[in-house]
C-alpha cells in the first residue's frame, strides 16, 4: 500500500487526527480577514460591470494592421467615452464604449474600418440597452433565491435546520469572497461570471453536504456513549472526508485552470476567461469553506443544546474518573473498597498485598530432544 493511502486510512481510523474543530478561532479569523478585503473591494472600487449589465456598444474588428491600443485611438477620436479594449485571440479586437445613436455607431464602424485595413461588413456591432442588464440582473437574483431556498429545505429535512443554517452561511462566505475578489482585482463581470458562481454554489454545496453525512453517520448513536463529545465525533468525521474533499477538489481544480491558463492565454477566449475565473476562485474559496467553516460552525450551534452540554459534561466526567483512576494511591483505595465489599478483612487505610514477582529459573539456553529426520524415519 503507498504510502498516502496509508495516511488516509489512518486518517479514516482516528489514528491520525488534526483538531479543526478545536481551532475554530484561526479559520474564523482567516476568514474574516479575507471577507473584510472583499469588502473593502466590493464597497470602494465597486463592480468593473460588463456591458450586458450596464448597457453600451460593443464593435469586434479583425486586427489586421491595428492593435488595441489602436482601436481606442480610434474611438477616442469620434468622441466615445468609458472606453475598454481587449485582444480576443485569434486576430480579432473588441472594442466597448457606452450606449451610442446609430449614427455615432455607423461613424464608429467606418473609423474601425479604416483603422483595421478591413470593410464595414466584417466589424460586428451589438448594441446592449441597460435595460437588457437589468433583465439579467434579476433572473440571476431570482435564480440565487430559489436555490438557496431549495438547499435550505433540503437540508433541513435531510439532516436538521442547524445544517442547514452552517450550510447557508459557508456558501455566503463564498459568493462574498468570490465577488469581492472581483471588485478588489477589476475582472470584468459578464454573464458567464454569474453562471460561474451558480456553479460552485454547486460544488461548495456537494463538498458539505459529504461532510455533513458523515457528521451524521458518527453521531447518529451519539447520546448512548461517553466516550466522545459532538464536537470529537465531528473532527472525526471531517478527518475522514478531509483527503476525498481535496482529491476532489483537485481534479476539479485541473481542467479549469487549464481554461484559464492555457486555453485564455494561447486561444484568448474571453467567455471562457470569466467563466473559468469564477470557478477558480469559488472552487477554492468552496474547499476551504466546507472544511473550516461549515462544520465548526455547525459544532458551535451544537453544543448550544442542553442535551449536546450534558453529554459533553458526561464525557469530561468519564475521562476525569479515568485519569483519577490511574493514580497508584487511588487504585489501592478502591481496591480496599472492593476488597471490604466482598467480605474480606480489609481495614481503613490498609492497603492490598502485592504480590512479588518470581523470577525465571530457566536462565541457560532450552534443551529440546532431538528429533530423527523424516526420512530416516521407519
Not at 435564480?143 to 437540508?155: E, N, T, Y
Not at 439532516?159 to 477589476?186: K, N, P, Q
Request: include cysteine.
Amino acid at each position: 500500500m503507498s504510502k498516502v493511502g496509508n495516511f488516509t486510512n489512518r486518517l479514516y481510523r482516528g489514528e491520525v487526527s488534526y483538531d479543526i474543530v478545536g481551532r475554530t478561532k484561526i479559520w474564523y479569523i482567516v476568514s474574516a480577514v479575507i471577507l473584510v478585503l472583499a469588502a473593502v473591494g466590493l464597497f470602494g472600487r465597486g463592480l468593473n460591470l460588463g456591458i450586458e449589465f450596464r448597457g453600451g456598444a460593443e464593435f469586434v474588428a479583425p486586427a489586421n494592421t491595428c492593435t488595441s491600443q489602436d482601436v481606442r485611438t480610434v474611438a477616442e477620436d469620434q468622441g466615445a467615452s468609458a472606453v475598454i479594449t481587449q485582444d480576443l485571440g485569434d486576430n480579432r479586437v473588441r472594442l466597448q464604449t457606452e450606449a451610442l445613436t446609430a449614427e455615432q455607431s455607423a461613424s464608429m464602424v467606418s473609423a474601425l474600418a479604416d483603422a483595421c485595413d478591413t470593410t464595414a461588413g466584417e466589424i460586428k456591432v451589438q448594441l446592449v440597452g441597460p435595460t437588457w442588464g437589468g433583465e439579467i440582473t434579476k433572473k440571476a437574483l431570482t435564480g440565487l433565491v430559489v436555490f438557496l431556498i431549495a438547499v435550505v429545505i433540503f437540508l433541513s429535512l435531510y439532516f436538521e435546520w442547524r445544517m442547514a443554517v452552517a450550510a447557508m452561511i459557508a456558501l455566503l462566505h463564498d459568493v462574498v469572497i468570490t465577488v469581492g475578489i472581483y471588485a478588489l482585482v477589476g475582472f470584468e463581470v459578464t454573464p458567464a461570471t454569474v453562471i460561474g458562481v451558480l456553479t460552485i454554489l454547486g460544488y461548495s454545496l456537494y463538498d458539505t453536504v459529504v461532510v455533513f453525512d458523515k457528521v451524521k453517520e458518527n453521531t447518529r448513536d451519539i447520546m448512548g456513549q461517553s466516550r466522545m463529545t459532538y464536537s470529537e465525533a465531528a473532527n472525526l468525521a471531517l478527518n475522514q472526508t478531509l483527503v476525498r474533499s481535496i482529491n476532489t477538489s483537485i481534479v476539479a481544480l485541473l481542467p479549469v485552470a487549464a481554461i484559464l491558463f492555457v486555453g485564455v492565454g494561447v486561444l484568448g477566449a474571453g467567455t471562457l476567461k470569466d467563466l473559468a475565473l469564477a470557478l477558480f476562485i469559488g472552487l477554492i474559496a468552496g474547499t476551504y469553506s466546507s472544511i473550516f467553516v461549515a462544520t465548526p460552525l455547525l459544532c458551535q450551534l451544537k453544543e448550544r443544546q442542553p442535551q449536546i452540554k450534558a453529554l459533553h459534561s458526561r464525557v469530561m466526567a468519564r475521562r476525569s474518573s479515568g485519569n483519577r483512576g490511574a493514580d497508584p494511591a487511588a487504585a489501592v483505595a478502591s481496591a480496599g473498597a472492593a476488597s471490604t465489599a466482598d467480605g474480606g478483612s480489609a481495614t481503613a487505610g490498609a492497603t492490598a498485598p502485592v504480590r512479588k514477582e518470581r523470577p525465571h529459573r530457566q536462565t541457560g539456553p532450552r534443551n529440546q530432544p532431538k528429533r530423527t529426520p523424516r526420512s530416516k524415519r521407519g
